[in-house]
């Protein structure tokens, strides 16, 4: 709210309210935008998630016999 404040060369002692000086530069609560950003992820990371824990990257099979990877891979 500084920098717009100072962009349109009004200062605090002017009591122009915040949503006034938004309208003015059409600029948007940021705060409002990161909620529903969280709140898009976290419905990601509830739909990605089934109950175990989610693979990043593919299996360490070094040091693996066939046997133990058989048994490891889904058929």
């Given at each position: 709210m500084k920098f717009l404040r100072h962009l349109l060369?009004?200062?605090?002692?002017?009591?122009?309210k915040t949503q006034c000086i938004r309208e003015k530069t059409g600029a948007q609560n940021i705060v409002k935008e990161i909620k529903q950003y969280q709140k898009k992820w976290l419905k990601h990371v509830q739909r990605t998630k089934t109950g175990t824990e989610i693979q990043t990257g593919r299996k360490k099979e070094r040091g693996m016999t066939e046997e133990e990877m058989?048994?490891?891979?889904p058929i």
């Open positions: 060369g009004i200062t605090k002692l002017d009591k122009e058989e048994v490891s891979t």
